[in-house]
Structure formats: structure tokens, C-alpha cells
């Protein structure tokens, strides 16, 4: 592996910065597998009864849809930085349902870059905030197009420090 | 299905109810699993390359002990409630890295209960607010065995206009 060595430094990053996602296609099959393991409601894995719910059919686990955010976050962005470890979510909003056969899409725009105190035996850090929008690119209800937004901090490794 | 009708209603949750976890013994195996799908960043993917990485070893995707911790509050809890949707995760905290090999176990607690408005064409519902506490069983870091908390708001249909 040299990919570390294109890997950006917290002090390279840029507050304002969008990284848009690449399109995601949500397909029924994955979201019974991903319930059977991790959200075993019924209203995400059972497709007849929840034609009955009250959703009149299937949505994906929150957490799911949190799932294909980060993984389009981490390969539009996170992919290409110094990453240590995310440290905490903040208002994760489930703002519509997400459906079989949905196309997301969005975006994870910087929004503060905070130098962390430095400590003895540590490499310097920042604490990145992010913003995640993920949208439903099909969307046409007047309410809007986006199924989940939040933030998340995280430890960026800082150039400062590292050899 | 009849399992419907042996879930409760928000009127028949209690605040400071608490709900305890099932033991849960995370693999490296299904680490790699979920990064590959969920969360590709190196220190989740690369056992070799993550023992000389800020954790020396290979730690769990975030999203991944996010799903843990709602998979067993699902067995202990939310499946047992008449959940209509999920709406918000609140300051979701990752505060010790969760390895190959661990025990996970905690509880999730009922700390609100609140009546939503009612609203035309829509069931009464209350939101019911948790605090969920993952915990490594087998922790002797005296700053503390806690590897995830955090708080979720859901909405929960309320007994008096369901027929």
C-alpha cells in the first residue's frame, strides 16, 4: 500500500469543500439482507406486511441508510484523508423513507477544521466536522429530497507532526 | 403474523425502563465483511497494515458498532414496541475502539416519552426517546468500558386510536 502516502493532512483540507457521491442504487434483495442482520423490524424485511404499514411498503433500516452514506462518503472523501477514527454523530435526521429501487445521491461538505490539544505520545490532529446530506435523486415531493442529514466529527492526522 | 398484537404501545412504556443487552462477540471476520461493503477505510480492512496504524490492531467501522448496538436493542426492545419509523440519532459518541475478539453487551433506556400532535389521515403516536450504552464486557481500562453511547428519538403508535 502507498495510497498513504496521497492521503491528505488535516492542514490540507479546506472548510467549505463539497465532495459529491457517486449515484447508489437501493435494491429490495439488500435491503432484507441488511435488516436480517442488524434491524430485524418488520416493517424492513417483511415486504408483504408492510405493504399494510404504515409506509405502504418496505423502507430501508435507518442505519442502512446511514451505512450507504459512509460508504459514499468514505470513497468521495474520507477515502483520500489522514482518517485516526470518527469520534461522534451528531443529529442524524431520518427525513424520508428510503425505498426499493431509490437512486441516492448528496454530498459531504467540510464545515470546521479545529486543531485538537496536543498530548505526549500522540501524533497532532484535528477534529474535521462534517455535514452529510444524502438525497433521493428521483425525489418529487414538495417536502424535499433528502433522507438523511447529519454530522459527524473526526480525527484527521495533522502534517505538523508526522515524518 | 400475530406478533403485532403483542407489542406495546407508547401508553404502556414506562420512562427509566431499561432493557439489557445480550452479550455480542464481534469477529474479525465480519469487521472485514463490513468495511469491504460499508466502510473501506484501511484501519477497518487491513489487519497487517492496522497494527502499525494509530490503534495497533484492526478496529470496527463506527457504522458497524452502530448496527450492533441496534441490533440488540431491536432483540431486547424496539421489536416488542409498535415502532412506526426511527427519526433521530442524537450525539453518538465512539469512546473506545471495538477490536477482534470482543464481548459487547449494555442496555438501551427509555428516558422520554412524548405525545406527538395528532394530525389528519395519521395515527396518534408519541416519540420515545432512548439512551443506548454498548459496553465492553471484558474491559479493565479504568477510563471506563463504554465503546458507544448515544441517544434515538422513534416514533411509537399510541393505543388510543388504534383500533
Redesign the interface.
Known amino acids: 500500500?502507498t495510497?498513504?502516502r496521497v492521503r491528505l493532512f488535516a492542514d490540507e483540507l479546506t472548510v467549505g469543500a463539497s465532495f459529491p457521491f457517486e449515484p447508489y442504487e437501493v435494491t429490495e434483495r439488500e435491503i432484507l439482507d441488511f435488516a436480517g442482520?442488524?434491524?430485524?423490524?418488520?416493517?424492513h424485511l417483511?415486504p408483504v406486511?408492510a405493504r399494510s404499514g404504515?409506509?405502504q411498503g418496505l423502507?430501508a433500516?435507518?442505519?442502512q441508510t446511514?451505512?450507504?452514506a459512509?460508504?459514499l462518503s468514505?470513497?468521495a472523501a474520507?477515502?483520500h484523508w489522514q482518517?485516526?477514527?470518527?469520534?461522534?454523530?451528531?443529529?442524524?435526521?431520518?427525513r424520508r423513507?428510503v425505498r426499493p429501487g431509490m437512486t441516492l445521491t448528496g454530498a459531504v461538505e467540510i464545515t470546521a477544521i479545529t486543531p485538537d490539544r496536543p498530548a505526549p505520545g500522540r501524533?497532532d490532529r484535528s477534529l474535521v466536522s462534517v455535514a452529510i446530506d444524502l438525497i433521493d435523486s428521483g425525489a418529487t415531493d414538495p417536502r424535499g429530497s433528502t433522507v438523511l442529514s447529519?454530522a459527524m466529527d473526526m480525527f484527521v492526522a495533522r502534517r505538523s507532526t508526522a515524518s
Chains 1, 2 share one sequence.
Do not use: K, N, T
Not at 37 to 43: L, N, V
Open positions: 500500500m495510497a498513504a442482520r442488524w434491524d430485524p423490524q418488520w416493517f417483511e406486511a404504515p409506509f423502507i433500516s435507518g442505519i446511514l451505512a450507504i459512509q460508504r468514505v470513497l474520507y477515502g482518517v485516526i477514527a470518527g469520534r461522534e454523530l451528531h443529529s442524524l435526521r431520518f423513507p501524533a447529519g
